[in-house]
């Protein structure tokens, strides 16, 4: 009956381990998810005949709200039609423009998902409207040079997040096995 207790009171301390485990990896695969892109204007593939204002709305709230995140809006020359900087406002970002010559635009951007990783996409769409600025070389805000490499760089979803997870994962494996060794070895000792 002595043994039984113990493999009994063993096993109850593997559930918990097992518990504890799943409950920290179900935590870190939340916290590691990035927010994604749920609307747009322009929408892809939009033809849009005036357009004063570009608006990115996230499926959260995004972080770095001093220059972690870029819009900018390349036009068919190759020149940029921002008017000022992006602005953030919860999951929102705006972009105030003003278009030259119609033809193929797109809208590039990068922002900091609320779990600190940046996810990044460009938006093609045609302006059919009249042609009120004539672009510039340079963007006005003076880290948009990175948008271009930041969408062409593969999005880093493992890194530290993969990392912390592999050693979670390792050490709720080698806990579990220590439990089982220590009920293994109590049920022998007791039975001999
Ligand atoms: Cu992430």
């Known amino acids: 009956m002595a043994s039984r207790n113990a493999v009994r009171r063993a096993l109850a301390g593997a559930v918990v381990v097992a518990a504890a485990m799943t409950a920290a990896l179900g935590g870190a695969t939340a916290a590691s998810a990035h927010d994604s892109l749920v609307a747009s204007s322009p929408a892809e593939g939009d033809t849009v005949s005036s357009l004063s204002e570009v608006r990115l709305d996230f499926s959260a709230n995004l972080l770095g709200a001093d220059g972690g995140n870029i819009v900018i809006v390349v ?113 022998r000792t007791r039975e001999d």
């Open 75 to 187: 036009g068919p020359d190759g020149r940029h039609y921002e008017a000022d900087c992006a602005a953030l406002a919860g999951p929102t970002l705006t972009l105030p423009v003003a278009l030259g010559a119609p033809g193929d635009y797109s809208v590039e951007w990068r922002a900091v998902s609320s779990d600190g990783h940046p996810v990044s996409g460009v938006i093609p769409f045609v302006y059919s409207g009249p042609n009120v600025s004539a672009g510039a070389e340079t963007s006005p805000c003076t880290s948009a040079a990175g948008v271009a490499e930041a969408a062409a760089e593969p999005e880093s979803v493992g890194g530290m997040s993969g990392l912390t997870l592999g050693l979670l994962l390792g050490g709720g494996v080698v806990v579990l096995i220590g439990v089982l060794i220590v009920v293994i070895l109590r049920t």
